[in-house]
Antibody
Framework: EVQLLESGGKLVRPGGSLRLSCAASGFDFSTYTMNWVRQAPGKGLEWVSALTGNGYLTYYADSVKGRFTISRDNSQDTLYLELSSLRSEDTAVYYC????????????WGQGTMVAVSS | EIVVTQSPGTLSLSPGERATLSCRASQSVSSNYLAWYQQKPGQAPRLLIYGASTRATGIPDRFSGSGSGTDFTLTITSLDPEDFAVYYCQQYGGSPFKYTFGQGTKLQIK
């Protein structure tokens, strides 16, 4: 069974930093471009970042570019998201998502991890 | 940048009725790059439709997707009580690499 399990979310002060993790299982992790998607409380979905399977190419939403860093460890089947210079508007549930075979949609989602940015 | 707009914002229907949800893109989108998701409170989204019309694994055939260009539709025939949720459409843009979600349609029990 394909599974994604996020962790690392917590309450952090504005300007602070945090690292989220996503442990994957049940599929050939290293062959997929993996993604982070977030959802602010009571709001819609926002794609945040993606990283190719070989770790060479990264993509970011304009709202997080320069502040967030995506990475992966294929030996551990784990995806990461480093969040820095956090703002209140970064408060959200962060989901890890595996795409379909052609990368055009997200067929598997984790349960999410909550990041709250507040003083 | 492609903007994706869903309508209506809220749809009130009764079990057994037919639901029609709309998704409109600001520019023409390849049908291959349009997907629909269902999200229930406290849960992660679930992929329903990809490639505009292909049902994801395990999705009942009362869910169907259609459309092309800038206008896409998710149809749910004969609503089941478990279908009341929020639905999102999503467009994938290969250049630049980006996924864009609509703002969602809340399907609620009338």
């Amino acid at each position: 069974e394909v599974q994604l399990l996020e962790s690392g979310g917590k309450l952090v002060r504005p300007g602070g930093s945090l690292r989220l993790s996503c442990a994957a299982s049940g599929f050939d992790f290293s062959t997929y471009t993996m993604n982070w998607v977030r959802q602010a409380p009571g709001k819609g979905l926002e794609w945040v970042s993606a990283l190719t399977g070989n770790g060479y190419l990264t993509y970011y939403a304009d709202s997080v570019k320069g502040r967030f860093t995506i990475s992966r460890d294929n030996s551990q089947d784990t995806l990461y998201l480093e969040l820095s210079s956090l703002r209140s508007e970064d408060t959200a549930v962060y989901y890890c998502a595996k795409p379909t075979w052609n990368g055009n949609a997200f067929e598997v989602w984790g349960q999410g991890t909550m990041v709250a940015v507040s003083s | 940048e492609i903007v994706v707009t869903q309508s209506p914002g809220t749809l009130s229907l009764s079990p057994g009725e037919r639901a029609t949800l709309s998704c409109r893109a600001s520019q023409s989108v390849s049908s291959n790059y349009l997907a629909w998701y269902q999200q229930k409170p406290g849960q992660a989204p679930r992929l329903l439709i990809y490639g505009a019309s292909t049902r994801a694994t395990g999705i009942p055939d009362r869910f169907s997707g259609s459309g092309s260009g800038t206008d896409f539709t998710l149809t749910i025939t004969s609503l089941d009580p478990e279908d009341f949720a929020v639905y999102y459409c999503q467009q994938y843009g290969g250049s630049p690499f980006k996924y864009t979600f609509g703002q969602g349609t809340k399907l609620q029990i009338k």
